[in-house]
């Protein structure tokens, strides 16, 4: 009997053979680029495109090559069949033998149903099963939508892609998209989303899949405005770093906050409530009118020597001059370059007049450099860096009486004030301060669309940074209010995406989880209302996790022999607990010498984010106690499980757990 599948496995042949032929094709033309290049210029940008191009056509053995196959039985594809991968893929002759999951057409795999079935007659899921060879078909499923067949989330192909244990960085998600994800997906680039996402319901990899789906359908306009991802730490951007690569796109920068404004090194640390000050957006305000008082009104008229020449310009058009930048309000290093240009203009002009010709270009660079001309622009718009700004700011905050109070004042205040601005000893929130003087001063890099991720943690300040990057593009906001652990964290979106410079951006929010057992999901929830957000509760599909709470005697002892158990099931396991009992955990899973490659010793402070398939939680009521917002980073932390969870405890859980 013929088995089913050997034509799907001749298909894959077909298409991994014309895959390898068109990365060859890619090869040869990187190779022989500069022959045809025109000049030095056109022969490095060919070169560069090139280049990324043979890495997008890379081919990762256990990566499936196609994942679905569509069917038509009506419309203008009746009577053919599409399969749906990763990426395009053709034959010699340019017919498809993938349609890359972004495609238009594409799109009827994600979003036909029974009851609108979009031309398909049969909608095919493979299954595939990852070796230490690579990916194998191991079988598949049909929807025969013309008849009112639809599975949804009852496939098992589905379910136990969603289920595969969690071992190594984050996978993508192009097989098990769910409609309401792929809406998301797909939004237009000139849109900004923000999605309220909680535990499981996939938001980063719709954030991830939605930035790889705008660099397809926009990817000239993208490729010179550059995609963003910003995440909470680099054990985060390690975690999920590689999701686009797999799906074809390299070219595509991830940073977290820090990183993005860094000017400064950080040596310094803050009281917490002088670093809590500092994200306050009343400090935007205050720098703003702190540079403004740089800019002062000239005095006496300038006049500059020029050979036998004396050129004049009186004080009233002077101060035209600077009245006039001042109401255009550019950053201020601008602002000074249109005050000397205008400056120089009116002298030309006079030079023109008495001397009968226009004088040369050097003739201006001379004037611009003349002591006059540039004792007058110090004078009226003096040059100032962003530490400059910052530094005489912290120097001496008490100008800003009318905004602050006195004890606001005396927390922000240097006790003991280092001599110059490269003295300064800066710590993690000055260095937002100074990336708003920055966005003051000078024109800072934009990107084409920024995804943020655990943007619940930002604060108004940190918006503000990223929105100085993103004015002129979009952004995809993820997070989840209950997750906020910061002490700026954010209770309402509408705050939120108005500090980003977005304001009235949707809210999209996203209930259903897929990978965070439900058992895991009701327990969490029972903090909830302890969190002082308006969030609705998650629910899971998931009904296969299992949840055990284990009071023991011996916390130490009791985790080890948690993990040591857990070891024997398949998948990743993490031992989280508080970050000062980290230390002395890490060192009894060294001693017991257990699978380092595997078991994860993790603090709280870095679960955010991450997934394990096993969760080990090392005493809840000390996470809580850890920080400000520990019921926010318990919940965080009880959440990273997406099949099994043991919470082991020597003291009572928290009351409003254990109800």
Known sequence: MTDPLDPERDHLVRSRTALARMRRHAEHLFTTGDQVAGDAYSSETLGRTLRQRVAELADDPRAPLFFGKLTFDTGEHAGNRYHVGRRHI????????????????????YQASARDPQGVAVRRRFGWAVGTSGATLSGFEDEHLDRGEEL?????????????????????????????QDVLVRAELDASIAVQGAPGTGKTA??????????????????????????????????????LPALGEVDVAQSTVDELI?????????????????????????????????????????????????WRIS???????????????????????????????????????????SPPETWQRRMARRPEVRAFLDHVWPAVTPEELVFAFLSDPSPAAGMLTEAEIATLAWAKPPRTAKAATWSAADAVLIDEAAGLIERLPSYGHIVIDEAQDLSPMQCRAIARRCEHGSFTLLGDLAQGTTPWASRDWADTVTHLGKPGTPVVPLTTGFRVPAAVVELANRLLPALDV?????????????????????????AVDEARAALKQEGSVALIAADAAVPALAAAVEAAGLDAERVTVLPASLAKGLEYDHVIVAEPADIVAAEERGLHRLYVVLTRAVSRLVVVHTRPLPAVLAA
Not at 541 to 549: A, E, V
Request: proline fraction near 7%; avoid cysteine; charged fraction near 30%.
């Open 152 to 180: 949804g989330t009852a496939s098992r192909i589905l379910t136990e892609e969603i289920e595969r244990p969690r071992v190594g960085p984050m996978r993508d998600i192009v097989a098990t998209i769910q409609p309401e």
């Open 90 to 109: 053709t034959d010699e002759a340019g017919d498809p033998l993938v349609l890359d999951w972004r495609a238009p057409l594409s799109r009827t795999f």
């Open 534 to 558: 308006a969030v609705p509760p998650a629910r899971s599909l998931r009904r296969d996790g299992t949840l055990r709470l284990a009071p023991v005697t011996s916390l130490v002892e009791a």
């Open 206 to 243: 719709v954030g991830l899949h939605r930035a790889a789906y705008l660099l397809y359908a926009h990817r000239e306009r993208l490729r010179r405005s550059k995609v963003l991802v910003l995440g909470p730490n680099r054990a985060f951007l390690r975690y999920i770093e590689a999701v």
């Open 262 to 310: 860094a000017r400064v090194e950080v040596r310094g640390t803050d009281t917490p409530a002088a670093a809590a000050l500092k994200h306050d957006p009343r400090l935007a305000v205050i720098l703003r009118r702190r540079l403004g008082q740089y800019v002062r009104e000239p005095e006496d008229p300038l006049t500059v020597t020029d050979g036998s020449w004396r």
């Open 315 to 357: 004080v009233d058009a002077l101060r035209r001059i600077v009245d006039d930048v001042r109401r255009e309000d550019p950053p201020h290093a601008l602002g000074r370059e249109r005050v000397l240009a205008r400056v120089i203009s009116m002298l030309l002009r006079q030079a023109e007049a008495k001397r009968g010709d």
